[in-house]
């Protein structure tokens, strides 16, 4: 049986052939820089380090090299970031400015602002955040209006409340208004990079204050089509939720005027890592167009023996008047870093505009 080869992990952004890159392109801007020290300090333990722990060890490698004061090892890296061979990479230049740099508060937010277009210095920013919210926040409101999409970007997604891999930012969780300058400002932004952050930032917000989501979207512009993309992407939480105002943002406010057939789950029975397919027949009762946000749930079976549910998004669509629509969704059920799988009965129900209309079920087994 052949197999296909498992991609590389992604600490692996971060391998000895890149730490070779990092110290050639920094000889290059400064001539004086010692290669070796770098080398191997930075190779030493590399293996048992996760990416964002490599990404530090860089930074850390870097501050104990350069002999150099802080102001001046910034202009050796503002140098080095356009030499850098990949975004995701040149992340540890915004970690080097938030671990040494918080002393020289403008000189600093200066840096972020130049290194983010080179990667992200999402993570970085948020370190000033923490020290002094309304100084960086002033800062943050001025990139929001810059030309630079990637600075426009940082504003949103480094005041995340709930950024992943990064800590949370407790006084935003507790007040969105901290950041919705911000938010106001970018609400109709042309590059779809930031309109995504808008939206995960606006999600976010949505687990504790869903009705201050809902009432700053629904006073917003939604003929904008970029307004209005931010708005679908920003309520999924609540839409899968079935949250009956974010359906009516999306012009799925009402009870789903359908009928579910032929229903099932196939296979019926699987062992882990195959794959089932959930189909079904949605039947429209209603003599007039309507606007249909298709989802289902999955209830997972636990160690301990209960369920917990996680809800998947299928289609959102026009059904015609009286017209009939076959759906269908394949996925695998294997083993994620997020979820373990047990074997037991495994219910799926489908949700038409947040009410469930059916449910089947598959069985997975030794």
Known sequence: MSTTPSSPALKEIFNSARLEHIATETRAVYPAFDAKAFLDMA???????????????VSECLHAVLPLDYEASLQVLRALAPRLNSMFVSMFLPHYVASYGRHAFESSMDALKYFTRFGSAEFAVRHFLRDDLARTLAVMHDWARDANEHVRRLASEGSRPRLPWSFHLEPIQANPELTAAILETLKADDSLYVRKSVANHLNDVTKQHPGWVLDRIESWPLQDRH???????????LIKQGNPRALAVIGAGGKAQVEVSDLQVLPAVIRLGEQVTLSFKVQSTLPENQRLVIDYAIDYVKASGGTSAKVFKLKTFDLPALACANL??????????????????????VLINGERLGSTAFDIVP
């Open 43 to 57: 190779n030493d333990g590399l293996a048992q380090l996760s990416v964002m722990q490599r990404m530090a060890r």
């Open 227 to 237: 307004t209005a993309w931010i708005a679908r992407h920003a309520l999924r939480s």
């Open 328 to 349: 269908s969704r394949s996925q695998h059920i294997r083993e994620l870093t997020t979820r373990r799988h047990y074997e037991g009965r495994h219910a799926v129900h």
